[in-house]
């Protein structure tokens, strides 16, 4: 079957999807996003997650045919979908956590030229520098999963409790040695999103 969805802003097309065929394998093999990883299949460590319509999924878990006409985020349009979302509601989130970026805005957004093949530096979103900068990266395995779900949380829940941030980041597992830094890194980043408020 032919499945057409958006990914990261842009219109996609893959051709000859099998039925079973998950959205993670279509990413990753078919499109050349490596970003979301592979590692349980299972949906139990999230390093596959995706924002689907705006809404964090294990991308194993979600057969190809099922993103028909929808719109997919990947670690790899974080900091444009980030932009997109500063351009259309200024100082990021909503306080009442009802606002978010609706479907529309989501599928009317276009991401930027990719370049990797220069070395210049590349625009990370808030999220990702909060990790870097909280030395939250350890060893990046399950980082791009943990950075969508983060990125969601921060944008329903600007100023979220240690709970929220567990609760959200709870189907994301770490194996290197705990889970501290990224707490720490959430909370970076919804300050500085807080001060840029102000």
């Given amino acids: 079957m032919r499945v057409n969805f958006t990914v990261n802003g842009r219109q996609q097309e893959a051709d000859d999807v099998w039925e079973?065929?998950?959205?993670l394998y279509v990413l990753r093999e078919r499109m050349g996003l490596p970003g979301s990883k592979n590692a349980c299949e299972q949906g139990e460590c999230g390093s596959c997650t995706v924002r689907l319509d705006g809404v964090p999924v294990c991308s194993c878990l979600v057969a190809a045919g099922q993103v028909e006409?929808?719109?997919?985020?990947?670690?790899?349009?974080?900091?444009?979908?980030a932009k997109h979302r500063e351009d259309a509601h200024?100082?990021?989130?909503?306080?009442?956590?009802?606002?978010?970026?609706?479907?529309?805005?989501?599928?009317?957004?276009?991401?930027?030229?990719a370049d990797g093949q220069s070395g210049e530096a590349v625009e990370l979103s808030p999220?990702?520098?909060?990790?870097?900068d909280a030395g939250a990266v350890q060893c990046g395995f399950?980082?791009?999963?943990?950075?969508?779900?983060?990125?969601?949380?921060?944008?329903?829940?600007?100023?979220?409790?240690?709970?929220?941030?567990?609760?959200a980041l709870s189907g994301n597992l770490c194996r290197c040695t705990g889970y501290e830094k990224i707490l720490d890194a959430v909370r970076l980043a919804a300050a500085r999103q807080e001060e840029a408020v102000r």
């Fill in 90 to 113: 200024p100082g990021g989130g909503c306080a009442s956590g009802s606002c978010g970026t609706t479907l529309d805005a989501a599928q009317r957004w276009q991401a930027g030229p």
């Fill in 69 to 81: 006409g929808r719109e997919v985020v990947t670690v790899e349009g974080l900091a444009d979908y």
């Fill in 142 to 167: 399950c980082t791009p999963g943990l950075l969508v779900a983060a990125d969601e949380l921060l944008e329903t829940h600007p100023s979220p409790s240690d709970q929220d941030i567990r609760e």
């Fill in 127 to 132: 999220i990702q520098q909060a990790f870097i």
């Fill in 20 to 23: 079973g065929e998950s959205l």
